[in-house]
């Protein structure tokens, strides 16, 4: 592409953000006996050099569970295999069974931070790279522009290279980028192979599942059921199938071992929810304490129909008329269903609904631009503990500087460009006066970042109350509440979505 | 909390600009982007250079002026002019509110959390006057070539290649020195110059020399430009000089100018009797030719020659740290270049010979310190978005003298920055200003491309496989060396590219006519 040598620009650019993040405090420094996830990734090494793979999900003498036992997939604990080998190479001491539980050194963290930012340039920023080259209908410049804002995303930077959730969140994105450009681009066997990774690294992108099963079983309709959409369904299954056997393979040999893994990865003997998270269950328990109301199986019940209920529409209408973009919306739209009703979601987890965020802001650069932010900002207590203030408000605003002068977000603010021409065309048919929806927009985002500003002010400079504790971590959830939901009231609603039906 | 209430604030004044970035102003998204790069670079490795200012905020904060230049507590005395002196003064007054102990002139190497923060944004701020210089730069380039594309705009090129300068960023905001600002009034003073100001650019530039007298080094070239194009009001049609117009009064306003300057700086030493201890302090030439790393100069191949002639045997001995003491003035007459006169028609061809100064002081100069490159390569800058010699020069120049510093951050976790970083500016300004020049020929020739591809097997080389060899232990200064002579070769290049162009470049009146 020409203007290649800005695009390297914008790469190297990110590359640096992220080195220069990662030289700060990570989760659980210093702090033992348990210190953060961290160290959990450095155990998980250590589990994986040193013993069996029959032994890495059951707890033994070996292996104590409650000390950061494995909880995801095969592929994560052969990739923190394949790390445990450099570590040896360089200074077995960092992996020595039982003597190197909370090892911590300056070379040790050199070591971890690389491997991180080693995984992110293999896997991630190609794949940002090369889906920001096949955007259609923009120009070069645009296209570069984007590819800036979303490398400069702060959420994902700061848990992988500040807070260190190693579970390299970039990894499994990154693979399930891959898997979003194959199925786009036609090369859906390449695409659903690299979704099936995405989600035996990370169980987590089982969000992500239903649109890629929607669009794919969308296609094979397209082309006909008893010609080329039968051949194409059974080659999908095919590798779905494979690609599941060859990373579940060691685990087959006996069945006791592949249920202690899935109990492992599905933990639903856990709550509705942990901590303070930004989704509904949390805010709604403010004032109806649901956990102690409804009892464990009725939560399950109710937090799987509230889901399911909430991504029909959208799954539906993909099936019915898939296309690249309709794609992209729907993934969109599941994640955002999946974290506001779904159970035990983690804070992190809204890093899975800003992927597909990320891919759609060329074409709603406002409402992405709002929404990215204040996913940023839901993070903000986890952030705070690992004394992240500074890095987190610094790349907040170069995401901002840099949305804001690539796309000029100000100025697209009418109701065409913010998909909400249909909602207001039908609002107007009782309340012909309500021609305002874009000032009540653009008013509503400065009072959201004056807010935004202003807990993160409070919660840095004052103590809370005695009596609320979390309170402001409880405000935070009820703002990004109120966003998300004023997003998904924006996409969810199949009849506004127009784009073109796939065509081949 | 007293830091976080600062943390704060800072940031929200920088959130503020970065609101009114929305407006599309693509100069204020560079300058706070890249003030948020060097947010970003604040827990990064810091030389000693921090210990030295924190010791100037504590000298000047907590003796008074007769001792300011006496005090030696410490082992980094007070070696910049009054200017400076005060500069550090009027920080510290800011300090007291972040730390009070590192005023404290008995508190040797105290580096608290606090005190880092506030030395950091300190540099950061200052930076301010560099930012609103290189606008002021921006608009003495021309932009003749319309280019809609904003990218490929010479603005907006130089303003990167300004704003974002790799050797600026390293030395500043890592290796920790205030060069922004100082660098931000000359190039203020250059374009001042530029726009006929001259009696502001004088100003600006005597006040710089009172700040660091290393700017000494192109002093030569502000004061032929100003008697040449200020005191001279009028040229003969062919562009020489008019004898008959010279003005005694600009040439008495200009000399009171200075002497006004110098006497605000100087004057309450001259009071106190102290003028030989500061002038002592400025120009310590009891220190060797060489510094402890070796500038990229002529006397590092020198040295180097010698070195390897005295290993093979060839030499008695070593002669390298035996330099007689009548070197200062060698360097010094080596250093200013044969004064053309064609040189000094109009300001680009003042600009050209402050760069010679530059260069050549460098080349030949006294005791130099690898980050004095800077002097040469940031006005140097201003050239190249004009003509795609000047470009080619420019390149080769910045490329060498930014590799140059690397020895500088010699520590692990920077070694992934300064490369990205690295990459990052010389990809940018070399393929930017390949685009702007497209029309013309090619920048580089096969040589000139083979030697600055030959900085990345030099740079794998030093940093990823001599560690690992056994001439580690043996010989461990041959990274040093091999950097150092290899820059030599280019910067030597450059300078001698840039010497042929000065006379061989037809004069701006002879081409005005034509």
Same mark, same amino acid.
């Given at each position: 592409?020409?203007k290649?040598?800005?695009?390297?620009?914008?790469?190297l650019?990110?590359?640096?953000?992220? &080195?220069?993040?990662?030289l700060?405090?990570?989760?659980?420094?210093?702090k033992?006996?348990?210190?953060?996830?961290?160290?959990?990734?450095?155990? &998980?090494?250590?589990?994986?050099?040193?013993?069996?793979?029959?032994?890495?999900?059951?707890?033994?003498?070996?292996?104590?569970?409650?000390?950061?036992?494995?909880?995801?997939p095969?592929?994560?604990?052969?990739?923190?295999?394949?790390?445990?080998?450099?570590?040896? $190479?360089?200074?077995p001491?960092?992996?020595?069974?039982h003597?190197?539980?909370?090892?911590?050194?300056?070379?040790?963290?050199?070591?971890?931070?690389?491997?991180?930012?080693?995984?992110?340039?293999?896997?991630?920023?190609?794949?940002?790279?090369?889906?920001?080259?096949?955007?259609?209908?923009?120009?070069?410049?645009?296209?570069?522009?984007?590819?800036?804002?979303?490398?400069?995303?702060?959420?994902?930077?700061l848990?992988?290279?500040?807070?260190?959730?190693? %579970?390299?969140?970039?990894v499994?994105?990154?693979?399930?980028?891959?898997?979003?450009?194959?199925?786009?681009?036609?090369?859906?066997?390449?695409?659903?192979l690299?979704?099936?990774?995405?989600?035996?690294?990370?169980? %987590?992108?089982?969000?992500?599942?239903?649109?890629?099963?929607?669009?794919?079983?969308?296609?094979?309709?397209?082309?006909?059921?008893?010609?080329?959409?039968f051949?194409?369904?059974?080659?999908?299954?095919?590798?779905?199938?494979?690609?599941?056997?060859?990373?579940?393979?060691?685990?087959?040999?006996?069945?006791?071992?592949?249920?202690?893994?899935?109990?492992?990865?599905?933990?639903?003997?856990?709550?509705?929810?942990?901590?303070?998270?930004?989704?509904?269950?949390?805010?709604?328990?403010?004032?109806?304490?649901?956990?102690?109301?409804?009892?464990?199986?009725?939560q399950?019940?109710?937090?799987f129909?509230?889901?399911?209920?909430?991504?029909l529409p959208?799954?539906?209408?993909?099936?019915?008329?898939?296309?690249?973009?309709?794609?992209? $919306?729907?993934?969109?739209?599941?994640a955002?269903?999946?974290?506001l009703?779904?159970f035990?979601?983690?804070?992190?987890?809204?890093?899975?609904?800003?992927?597909?965020?990320?891919?759609?802001?060329?074409?709603?650069?406002?409402?992405?631009?709002w929404?990215?932010?204040?996913?940023?900002?839901?993070?903000?207590?986890?952030?705070?503990?690992?004394?992240?203030?500074?890095?987190?408000?610094?790349?907040?605003?170069?995401?901002?500087?840099?949305?804001?002068?690539?796309?000029?977000?100000f100025?697209?603010?009418s109701?065409?460009?913010?998909r909400?021409?249909?909602?207001?065309?039908?609002?107007?048919?009782?309340?012909?006066?309500?021609?305002?929806?874009?000032?009540?927009?653009?008013?509503?985002?400065?009072?959201s970042v004056?807010t935004?500003?202003?807990?993160t002010?409070?919660?840095?400079?004052l103590?809370?109350?005695?009596?609320?504790?979390?309170?402001?971590s409880?405000?935070?959830? &009820?703002?990004?509440?109120?966003?998300?939901?004023?997003?998904?009231?924006?996409r969810?609603?199949?009849?506004?979505?127009e784009?073109?039906?796939?065509?081949r | 909390?007293?830091?976080k209430?600062?943390?704060?604030?800072?940031?929200?004044?920088?959130?503020?600009?970065?609101?009114?970035?929305?407006?599309?102003?693509?100069?204020?998204a +560079?300058?706070?982007?890249?003030?948020?790069?060097?947010?970003?670079?604040?827990?990064?490795?810091?030389?000693?250079?921090?210990?030295?200012?924190?010791?100037?905020?504590?000298i000047?904060?907590?003796?008074?002026?007769?001792?300011?230049?006496?005090?030696?507590?410490?082992?980094?005395?007070?070696?910049?002019?009054?200017f400076?002196?005060?500069?550090?003064?009027?920080?510290?007054?800011?300090?007291?509110?972040?730390?009070?102990?590192?005023?404290?002139?008995?508190?040797?190497?105290?580096?608290?959390?606090?005190?880092l923060l506030?030395?950091?944004?300190?540099?950061?701020?200052?930076?301010?006057?560099?930012?609103?210089?290189?606008?002021?730069?921006?608009?003495?380039?021309?932009?003749?070539?319309?280019?809609?594309? =904003?990218?490929?705009?010479?603005?907006?090129?130089?303003?990167?290649?300004?704003?974002?300068?790799?050797?600026?960023?390293?030395?500043?905001?890592?290796?920790?020195?205030?060069?922004?600002?100082?660098?931000?009034?000359?190039?203020?003073?250059? *374009?001042?110059?530029?726009?006929?100001?001259?009696?502001?650019?004088?100003f600006?530039? *005597?006040?710089?020399?009172?700040?660091?007298?290393?700017?000494?080094y192109? *002093?030569?070239?502000?004061?032929?430009?100003?008697?040449?194009?200020?005191?001279?009001?009028?040229?003969?049609p062919?562009?020489?000089?008019?004898?008959?117009s010279?003005?005694?009064?600009?040439?008495?306003?200009?000399?009171?100018?200075?002497?006004?300057?110098?006497?605000?700086?100087?004057?309450?030493?001259?009071?106190?009797?102290?003028?030989p201890?500061?002038?002592?302090?400025?120009?310590?030439?009891?220190?060797?030719l060489?510094?402890?790393?070796?500038?990229?100069?002529?006397?590092?191949?020198?040295?180097?020659?010698?070195k390897?002639?005295?290993?093979?045997?060839?030499?008695?001995?070593?002669?390298g740290?035996?330099?007689?003491?009548?070197?200062?003035?060698?360097?010094?007459?080596?250093?200013?270049?044969?004064?053309?006169?064609?040189?000094?028609?109009? /300001?680009?061809?003042?600009?050209?010979?402050?760069?010679?100064?530059?260069?050549?002081?460098?080349?030949?100069?006294?005791?130099?310190?690898?980050?004095?490159?800077?002097? *040469?390569? =940031?006005?140097?800058s201003?050239?190249?978005v004009?003509?795609?010699?000047?470009?080619?020069?420019?390149?080769?120049?910045?490329?060498?003298?930014?590799?140059?510093?690397?020895?500088?951050l010699?520590?692990?976790?920077?070694? /992934?920055?300064?490369?990205l970083?690295?990459?990052?500016?010389?990809?940018?300004?070399?393929?930017?200003?390949?685009t702007?020049?497209?029309k013309?020929?090619?920048?580089?020739?096969?040589?000139?491309?083979?030697?600055? =591809?030959?900085?990345?097997?030099?740079?794998?080389?030093?940093?990823?496989?001599?560690p690992?060899?056994?001439?580690?232990?043996?010989?461990?200064?041959?990274? +040093?060396?091999?950097?150092?002579?290899?820059?030599?070769?280019?910067?030597?290049?450059?300078?001698?590219?840039?010497?042929?162009?000065?006379?061989?470049?037809?004069?701006?009146?002879?081409?005005?006519?034509?």
């Amino acid at each position: 592409m020409e203007k290649w040598y800005l695009m390297t620009a914008v790469v190297l650019l990110g590359l640096t953000v992220r &080195w220069t993040v990662s030289l700060n405090s990570y989760s659980g420094a210093g702090k033992p006996p348990m210190f953060g996830d961290y160290e959990a990734q450095r155990h &998980w090494q250590e589990i994986t050099f040193n013993l069996p793979i029959k032994q890495w999900y059951f707890n033994s003498s070996d292996n104590n569970l409650q000390y950061w036992g494995l909880d995801y997939p095969p592929l994560t604990a052969y990739h923190s295999l394949l790390c445990a080998y450099v570590a040896q $190479f360089i200074n077995p001491d960092w992996i020595a069974l039982h003597s190197s539980r909370g090892y911590e050194s300056q070379a040790h963290k050199l070591f971890m931070r690389a491997t991180v930012l080693i995984a992110d340039l293999l896997i991630y920023i190609p794949a940002v790279v090369l889906h920001c080259c096949c955007l259609k209908e923009i120009s070069t410049k645009k296209k570069i522009a984007n590819a800036l804002c979303i490398l400069l995303y702060p959420g994902l930077i700061l848990i992988d290279y500040g807070h260190f959730q190693i %579970m390299y969140n970039s990894v499994s994105l990154g693979l399930a980028l891959w898997g979003v450009l194959g199925v786009s681009c036609d090369w859906d066997l390449l695409g659903s192979l690299a979704f099936c990774l995405a989600v035996n690294y990370k169980q %987590m992108e089982l969000y992500h599942s239903l649109p890629f099963f929607c669009f794919l079983l969308g296609k094979c309709f397209k082309k006909g059921l008893k010609g080329k959409g039968f051949v194409l369904f059974v080659k999908l299954a095919g590798t779905v199938v494979a690609s599941f056997t060859l990373c579940w393979l060691p685990f087959f040999t006996e069945r006791a071992q592949a249920l202690q893994v899935l109990r492992r990865l599905f933990p639903v003997d856990r709550g509705l929810f942990e901590d303070k998270v930004a989704n509904i269950w949390c805010s709604v328990s403010v004032f109806l304490k649901i956990k102690d109301i409804l009892p464990h199986h009725v939560q399950i019940i109710v937090s799987f129909c509230l889901t399911l209920l909430s991504l029909l529409p959208a799954c539906v209408k993909l099936t019915l008329q898939p296309s690249p973009k309709g794609f992209r $919306f729907t993934l969109v739209s599941c994640a955002l269903s999946f974290f506001l009703f779904s159970f035990q979601v983690h804070e992190k987890s809204i890093l899975l609904v800003s992927l597909p965020v990320c891919l759609v802001l060329s074409e709603i650069p406002f409402m992405s631009t709002w929404f990215l932010l204040v996913s940023t900002f839901s993070m903000l207590p986890l952030l705070l503990k690992d004394d992240l203030l500074m890095p987190s408000v610094v790349t907040t605003m170069a995401f901002f500087i840099a949305c804001a002068t690539s796309f000029s977000i100000f100025e697209k603010t009418s109701e065409e460009e913010l998909r909400l021409k249909s909602f207001s065309v039908s609002v107007r048919k009782h309340l012909p006066r309500f021609t305002f929806l874009p000032r009540i927009i653009q008013h509503l985002f400065i009072i959201s970042v004056i807010t935004m500003v202003l807990l993160t002010l409070m919660t840095v400079t004052l103590d809370p109350p005695q009596k609320l504790p979390d309170l402001f971590s409880v405000l935070d959830s &009820w703002l990004i509440n109120s966003v998300t939901s004023l997003r998904k009231s924006g996409r969810g609603d199949p009849r506004q979505r127009e784009e073109a039906p796939f065509t081949r | 909390m007293r830091i976080k209430w600062v943390e704060c604030a800072a940031l929200s004044v920088m959130a503020a600009l970065s609101v009114m970035t929305g407006g599309g102003s693509w100069f204020l998204a +560079l300058a706070l982007g890249v003030t948020l790069l060097k947010c970003l670079l604040i827990p990064t490795y810091h030389s000693t250079d921090f210990e030295v200012h924190r010791n100037w905020l504590a000298i000047t904060h907590s003796l008074p002026i007769s001792q300011w230049y006496y005090e030696a507590t410490s082992e980094w005395t007070l070696d910049y002019p009054p200017f400076f002196a005060w500069f550090e003064y009027a920080l510290s007054h800011v300090a007291k509110y972040f730390d009070q102990e590192m005023l404290n002139v008995h508190n040797l190497n105290y580096s608290s959390s606090r005190t880092l923060l506030f030395q950091r944004f300190s540099v950061i701020f200052t930076d301010a006057l560099f930012v609103y210089a290189v606008h002021e730069c921006c608009k003495c380039v021309d932009g003749k070539k319309a280019c809609k594309e =904003l990218t490929e705009k010479p603005k907006f090129i130089l303003s990167v290649l300004l704003l974002w300068n790799f050797g600026l960023l390293i030395v500043d905001h890592i290796h920790f020195q205030y060069n922004g600002f100082l660098f931000g009034l000359m190039l203020l003073s250059i *374009a001042r110059l530029f726009q006929k100001r001259h009696m502001e650019g004088a100003f600006l530039f *005597a006040v710089l020399l009172h700040f660091k007298h290393i700017y000494l080094y192109v *002093a030569p070239a502000y004061g032929i430009y100003l008697l040449r194009s200020y005191c001279f009001t009028a040229n003969k049609p062919d562009g020489s000089i008019r004898w008959n117009s010279f003005s005694f009064v600009r040439l008495i306003s200009l000399g009171l100018t200075v002497f006004l300057v110098s006497a605000l700086s100087l004057g309450p030493f001259l009071a106190l009797n102290q003028l030989p201890q500061v002038f002592s302090r400025l120009f310590p030439f009891k220190r060797g030719l060489c510094h402890a790393y070796w500038a990229p100069n002529f006397w590092a191949v020198y040295n180097a020659l010698d070195k390897v002639l005295s290993v093979i045997g060839l030499n008695d001995k070593w002669f390298g740290s035996a330099v007689p003491t009548h070197s200062p003035s060698l360097g010094d007459s080596l250093g200013h270049p044969h004064l053309h006169p064609d040189c000094h028609i109009g /300001p680009r061809g003042f600009l050209r010979c402050l760069i010679l100064c530059a260069l050549s002081s460098f080349m030949f100069g006294w005791h130099v310190h690898e980050k004095a490159i800077l002097l *040469a390569i =940031l006005p140097m800058s201003l050239l190249s978005v004009g003509k795609a010699g000047d470009a080619s020069i420019f390149l080769i120049l910045s490329t060498t003298g930014h590799y140059s510093l690397f020895p500088l951050l010699f520590t692990a976790p920077e070694l /992934p920055i300064k490369i990205l970083l690295m990459l990052l500016f010389t990809i940018y300004s070399i393929s930017s200003l390949k685009t702007l020049f497209r029309k013309e020929k090619p920048l580089f020739n096969w040589m000139e491309t083979f030697y600055l =591809l030959g900085l990345g097997p030099l740079e794998v080389f030093c940093e990823f496989v001599f560690p690992f060899t056994s001439w580690k232990l043996k010989y461990p200064f041959i990274p +040093l060396l091999l950097t150092s002579v290899y820059c030599a070769v280019g910067i030597t290049y450059a300078w001698f590219k840039l010497y042929v162009s000065v006379f061989t470049d037809p004069p701006v009146g002879k081409t005005k006519k034509q």
